[in-house]
């Protein structure tokens, strides 16, 4: 961890120099932090994209538990099973296309750097 000092936490114009006109160059520090935000943000994708599909997960075997709980005397019995099975191939499908939209938008912002 970093430890704040005086002369960094007092500002521009302490230390010599007004600090007006500089422009700060990027440094070491400055990428590795750039790069643990890229990566949080990459983490946070990928957890949303196991909800997703934990949520279509859980939407599918319940579509499935009720398809074979159900007697079958019409085609209208099988209505609740296959809407939770779509609801599962929703959660399944906007997940991954929100996945991958995410991602490409973060890979073609972090080349832009």
């Known amino acids: ?19 007006l006109g500089r422009q700060a160059k990027p440094t070491g520090d400055s990428r ?15 957890t949303s994209w196991l909800n997703w ?13 009720l398809y074979t709980g159900t007697r079958v005397e019409s085609r209208a019995d099988l209505l609740p099973s296959q809407a ?6 929703l959660f399944f499908g906007s997940g991954t296309a929100q996945y991958i939209i995410s991602l490409l938008a973060l ?7």
Do not use: D
């Open 53 to 65: 599909t934990r949520n279509g997960i859980i939407a599918s075997v319940s579509g499935v538990a």
């Open 32 to 46: 590795l932090t750039e790069f643990k935000k890229a990566h949080a943000y990459r983490l946070a994708l990928e």
């Open 84 to 89: 939770m099975l779509g609801v599962g191939m």
């Open 1 to 19: 961890a970093r430890r704040a000092t005086l002369s960094s936490s007092v500002g521009p114009g302490v230390g010599g120099g007004s600090g």
């Open 107 to 113: 890979e073609s912002s972090r080349q832009m750097m």
